[in-house]
């Protein structure tokens, strides 16, 4: 008799509700994060051309963002970044992650663990549209709001009181600590370390390429790609979350802390 395939859905289902406040947090970071960039491109386009009018009135930032939005100066070198940066970080991930830490440490395999019982537990089992939406929506933001602008900024700044090519690595070098920080649901030091490195070798590929849309594809495909694995994970080992189970209410206790914090600061004041 042929065994009937489970889905993730059916073995791991996430509440429509937990979804719905999963999918409306990371649209608002993303939105959070698109208009910090806009300020930032605003400031560096006034900046460089000394001409304010034309950055704000006129949209200038947008006319320059969107000549970043393309294959830029080295259309071959961005094209197979978009899909050769996503790869190459998955297969390291695949080798040196499963293959060499999960079999060799016992610490490795509880910090994963612990891991699964959060978000990241949560975002491989959404629906397939909203894994798409949420993988578009954080490459396109996260990489507007610290590639575009805020490398662009830190570059232009740092260029004027040291050496340009010095300015423009510490801005990459920044800019992927501050990446890095902005995660904060990745806590510990090797997950930390992990997000710099690929916060600093989009940051590289854009400075030489000049593409956005090349980085944008290229960590939108990552983040679907790996939650796509997850999944195959998910069906594959009996005891992925543990005995703890797979979580289903971790934004929903997010939110309720923040309100319990915001009633409890509002009862000191009044």
Request: net charge negative; aromatic share 14%; glycine share 8%.
């Amino acid at each position: 008799m042929k065994r009937e395939r489970v889905s993730v859905e059916e073995k791991y289902p996430l509440s429509e509700h937990e979804e719905n406040l999963l999918v409306n947090e990371l649209l608002g970071s993303g939105a959070m994060f698109i208009i910090l960039g806009i300020v930032f491109s605003i400031v560096f386009t006034g900046l460089r051309t000394g001409d304010w009018f034309w950055s704000v009135l006129e949209f200038g930032w947008a006319y320059e963002f969107g000549q970043a939005m393309t294959l830029g100066r080295m259309p071959v070198v961005a094209a197979a970044a978009a899909v050769g940066l996503p790869a190459f970080f998955i297969l390291v991930n695949e080798i040196i992650a499963d293959k060499i830490l999960w079999k060799c440490s016992q610490k490795y395999r509880d910090d994963v663990r612990e891991m699964r019982l959060g978000i990241n537990g949560e975002l491989p089992r959404m629906s397939l549209a909203s894994r798409a939406v949420t993988a578009s929506v954080a490459g396109f933001a996260e990489e507007f709001s610290f590639r575009y602008a805020l490398i662009s900024f830190l570059a232009l700044t740092l260029g004027w009181v040291t050496e340009p090519t010095f300015g423009m690595v510490a801005s990459v070098l920044i800019t992927s600590f501050v990446f890095a920080s902005a995660h904060g649901q990745y806590e510990r030091s090797w997950e930390r370390i992990v997000v710099f490195s690929y916060a600093f070798a989009f940051g590289a590929v854009f400075l030489v390429t000049g593409s956005l849309l090349s980085v944008v594809i290229a960590h939108a495909l990552y983040d679907f790609c790996v939650e796509a694995l997850e999944r195959r994970r998910m069906l594959r080992d009996p005891e992925y979350f543990g005995e703890a189970g797979a979580p289903d209410h971790v934004v929903e206790e997010q939110l309720k802390e923040l309100r319990d914090y915001f009633d409890k600061f509002m009862n000191r004041r009044g």
